[in-house]
């Protein structure tokens, strides 16, 4: 197998977890180049992949000019610059694997698939929940016809508190104006996503939505409560403080100090403490100047008829992602958290009118080098199977081109504008 070389745009968070996939099998993968136009990012990507300075670039610009050689480009930039960093890598001819979600609108999202279509390119997208071996086993099943056809599918993400207030409640996905994505952009695409690939004998037809930011908004605010939450009375019983969330227990050290304009490992207590008394970080949750939803449900209809219920709700006790797939001879049940699920299948055999249950547990899998989360195993399992594809191997069922992100896209703004509007949309409008 050849090593692959890349390049990685956009050095944050995301894409240095790709990219370290260059130290755990350092002979399938080597970091070439870097464009990150912030200075400490760029520098610490640097020494990180051990580049020279004619390989680090501050913008695309630089790198595309210089006609840098690789066999493929990880966009890991934020949300509202994917679509214009994409299309400038594709007019260029390089492979790319694109952080979710592609983009916010239908129209970008068609010219990126026209892009890599003309130009014959490899895009894949980094949903990574399909590349979990949780989700992997589910869709083998499915596609072995154990279940038979699908009748209905509920899924529900449960995002836990701490996540959801550093992304959503007091960080950089708090307004959709601001992030360029809605929740169900940002965080559930990877759902829709799921639902459309292990429903993808059909098509998404019809899409209707709720939600609303009810509960992290002024009015809940208790009597009494600060703008900041340094010197709030009710800090001590508040189950959102900063000071207990983002400075005591430090629940994502990653995204919550990235501001700071220093080495997050170079950063103390104290300046923490300082720095919390004037960010957003530190705001009030109830009074945090967010927009994004608290909680949404999406009901999608699909040609075939098999229909499916979503429930997404953020800042709740225990975080997971449920699944209960029903089918017409048997069906899934089970929380990706739980690293197993179960199947059922019905059994009329020798005059029984029964049926017969199987735990599957794929907790000796699942493969997690990242500091932070993994996704179950996804994280590790996208470039493990990436560098494969690329080296020629078709043989993955996760792994495909933008076209089959499409759908779960399309259902995301669907559903956005059900929410918004309380119409039922048809995909195909
Ligand atoms: N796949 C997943 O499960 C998953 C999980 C979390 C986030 N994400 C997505 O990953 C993306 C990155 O999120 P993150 O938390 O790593 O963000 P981040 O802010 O840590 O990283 C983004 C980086 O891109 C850089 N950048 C900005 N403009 C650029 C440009 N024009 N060219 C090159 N670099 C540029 C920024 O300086 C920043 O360092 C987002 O789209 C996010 O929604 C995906």
């Avoid at 800090?235 to 700071?260: G, I, R």
Wanted: proline content about 2%; aromatic content about 10%.
């Amino acid at each position: 197998m050849k090593k692959m070389k890349a390049a990685l745009v956009g050095a944050g968070n995301r894409g240095c977890v790709y990219a370290d996939y260059c130290f755990d099998e350092p002979n399938e993968l080597e970091i070439v180049a870097v464009v990150e136009p912030n200075e400490i990012r760029r520098e610490e990507a640097k020494k990180r992949y051990g580049l020279p300075e004619t390989a680090c670039f501050e913008n695309l610009d630089g790198f595309l000019r210089e006609k840098i050689v690789c066999d493929f480009v990880i966009n890991a930039t934020m949300d509202e610059q994917h679509y214009e960093t994409a299309k400038a890598i594709m007019e260029a001819g390089y492979d790319m694997l694109l952080e979710k979600p592609i983009t916010a609108n239908k129209d970008e999202l068609l010219d990126l698939q026209r892009i890599a279509k003309e130009r014959n390119l490899k895009v894949n997208v980094c949903h990574v929940l399909r590349y979990t071996p949780y989700y992997k086993r589910i869709k083998e099943i499915i596609n072995s016809g154990k279940i038979g056809k699908i009748l209905t599918i509920e899924m529900n993400e449960h995002v836990g508190i701490a996540h959801f207030l550093d992304s959503f409640v007091r960080g950089k996905w708090n307004s959709e104006a601001r992030c360029g994505s809605s929740f169900l952009l940002q965080k559930s695409c990877h759902d829709m996503d799921l639902l459309c690939w292990l429903n993808n004998e059909t098509t998404p037809a019809r899409v209707f939505s709720f939600g609303k930011r009810a509960w992290f908004i002024k009015e809940n605010a208790p009597e009494g409560a600060t703008e900041y939450c340094h010197d709030c009375p009710h800090n001590a019983t508040c189950l959102y403080s900063a000071q207990k969330v983002h400075l005591e227990l430090d629940a994502m050290p990653f995204q919550t100090w990235m501001e700071m304009g220093k080495p997050i490992d170079e950063i103390t207590k104290e300046e923490k403490a300082e720095w919390l008394k004037t960010s957003h970080y530190g705001l009030c949750a109830y009074n945090s100047g967010g927009d994004i939803v608290d909680r949404q449900t999406v009901n999608v209809e699909f040609a075939n008829g098999s229909t499916c219920v979503f429930t997404m709700v953020g800042g709740i006790c225990r975080a997971g992602r449920y699944l209960h797939v029903c089918g017409t001879k048997g069906e899934i049940e089970g929380n990706i958290e739980d690293e197993k699920f179960v199947l059922r299948i019905f059994d009329r055999s020798e005059g029984k009118f029964d049926y017969d249950e199987e735990v599957i547990d794929v907790s000796n899998e699942i493969r997690d080098t990242t500091d932070y989360g993994g996704h179950g195993g996804g994280d590790y399992a996208i470039m493990y199977e990436l560098v494969r594809y690329l080296n020629g191997d078709n043989s993955s069922i996760s792994i495909t081109g933008i076209d089959d992100s499409i759908n779960g896209h399309l259902v995301v703004y669907a559903a956005d504008k059900s929410r918004k509007t309380g119409v039922v949309y048809n995909i195909g409008d």
